[in-house]
């Protein structure tokens, strides 16, 4: 009997430019998406050196009246008003009418609400160390974010230059991925329990951030299983 042929599968030139076009098209977006996050990160570093700077140049006056909280900051003879209560926050600046009102995230009013409390409690200190807390909190994701979105721009970088996807190269990029996600899960979960305890409020889990793990790990093995299939064949997935 005739030894059956190993069939080299592989996509059409067509479906092989797509594929590299695509590619090239979602590392160039990652790569801007890079540049975006590490400045607003460095503007979050900014703003952490300069809030304890100013604590010493704020006077906070306020007055409370049938459960809402109406006061003044006044920041470098720069003023700044608002009204807080359990439920909503608005922030006005001087020539702002409309203000700031932060109502769509529940946590977000209980963060303003518990640091404007310590500000009217004459509590600087803790007002500062609170917020630096919050600040180095989202520093640390966005530390994380850049440091996914350089492996998600080589991996897809990989994709549009190389024979084949499968490579070795790609299966060690999805892993430190996979990681980078769950040490992301992991801070946002332990400054979720800190702030519960300290704003006295429930805890969510975001079970999005747990689906991207559990995606990611999938593609993973999917990528293994494909480099081995391609070893095993000498194949590759690109047609010249």
Same mark, same amino acid.
Request: some cysteine.
């Given at each position: ?6 069939? #080299? ?10 594929? &590299? ?20 990160? +460095? ?108 492996? +998600?721009?080589?991996?897809? &970088? #990989?994709?549009? #230059? ?71 064949? &000498?194949? &590759?997935?690109?047609?010249?």
């Amino acid at each position: 009997m005739e030894k059956e042929k190993t069939k #080299n599968y592989s996509l059409e030139k067509k479906e092989s430019k797509r594929l &590299k076009g695509i590619s090239k098209f979602i590392y160039v977006v990652t790569k801007i998406c890079e540049v975006c996050v590490t400045v607003g990160l +460095v503007c979050l570093i900014l703003a952490m050196l300069v809030v304890p700077v100013l604590s010493s140049n704020v006077k906070v006056n306020f007055k409370e009246d049938s459960g809402i909280t109406s006061g003044t900051i006044t920041v470098l003879d720069q003023e700044i008003t608002y009204e807080r209560s359990e439920n909503l926050v608005t922030i006005n600046d001087g020539d702002n009418k409309n203000g700031l009102e932060i109502v769509s995230n529940p946590k977000d009013v209980d963060t303003f609400n518990k640091a404007l409390a310590y500000l009217e409690q004459g509590n600087y200190t803790t007002a500062i160390m609170f917020v630096e807390f919050e600040l180095l909190i989202i520093a640390i994701i966005l530390v994380i974010e850049i440091l996914i979105l350089k492996k +998600v721009y080589h991996f897809f &970088k #990989n994709i549009r #230059n190389e024979e084949t996807p499968f490579s070795k190269e790609n299966i060690e990029l999805l892993e430190k991925f996979g990681k980078l996600l769950i040490y992301a899960f992991v801070i946002s979960l332990v400054s979720k329990i800190i702030n519960s305890i300290i704003l006295n409020n429930s805890m969510n889990i975001n079970l999005t951030d747990i689906m991207e793990i559990l995606f990611v790990y999938c593609l993973l093995y999917i990528f293994k299983y494909g480099y081995k299939l391609q070893k095993e064949t &000498k194949g &590759k997935i690109y047609s010249e």
